[in-house]
């Protein structure tokens, strides 16, 4: 009987490492989504300073355009120092909406929307946007992952009792989901 009991002893021990070890896992998973949203956006940040100086030289007069996404720039930034999801998720929004703001102007630029240097540009960040969408999409797939792995049970009693956290989703306000009126942004 005493080896019966040892043999269960072990075994439910083995369980818990082994589900233990699968939750770090996850959890460092949510970690690496969220870093990897963080380096496409810094990378973002980088290469957008080059397009406002690209736009700068064909259109001094529309200084309002390149602040809003100056400062929709430093928005994100700052959520990304927050850690926060729901800032983050804001501040993105900004930035998306004054970069369309920014390419609709660049409608009536004609040397502008035919300089080299600006389509560049305008199709890296296009890239970059694509990505950062594939990464947010990775990153709510890995909290959804952490969320019903410490939700289930067994493995609920494991991660109640090393206390694994919820992550949050990165989710957007019902207004910054709808279609854009692209003819509004053109005659803006």
Known sequence: MPIVLLVIGVMVLLYIITVYNSLITIRHNVEKAWSNIDVLLKQRNEELPKLIDTCKAYMAH?????EKV????MGVTQA???HSA???SQAESSLLSS???????AENYPDLKSNQTFLNLQQRITGLENQIADRREFYNDSVNVNNVRIAQFPDLIVARLFNF???DLLQFAADELKDVDVSARFNA
């Open 62 to 66: 529309e200084s309002q355009t390149l």
């Open 70 to 73: 100056v400062q929709a720039r």
């Open 80 to 82: 990304l120092k927050s």
């Open 86 to 88: 729901v800032e983050l």
């Open 99 to 105: 970069i369309g703001g920014l390419y609709a102007v």
């Open 165 to 167: 956290q919820r992550a």
